[in-house]
């Protein structure tokens, strides 16, 4: 997952076992809230990364 700058928008490779998708997301208003970098990792449960995508807190 890549977030720009302005953390307004984002973009997800994910490989599906045939091939590469590209999923990309940009808020009209607003930015995406990211978990805090623990042991220079950031880690995302379905449900974090449900509710990023979906612009909530």
């Known amino acids: 997952m890549f977030r720009a ?7 997800l490779v994910f490989w599906d076992g045939t091939g ?4 990309a997301r ?13 042991d220079g990792v950031m880690r995302l449960s379905a449900a974090q990364l449900s509710a990023l995508l979906e612009g909530l807190d």
Do not use: H, S, T
Request: hydrophobic letters at 45%; one cysteine or more.
């Open 20 to 23: 590469l998708c590209l999923f």
């Open 5 to 11: 700058k302005r953390a307004d928008r984002i973009k």
């Open 26 to 38: 940009r808020l009209a208003d607003g930015i995406f809230r990211w978990p805090k970098i623990e």
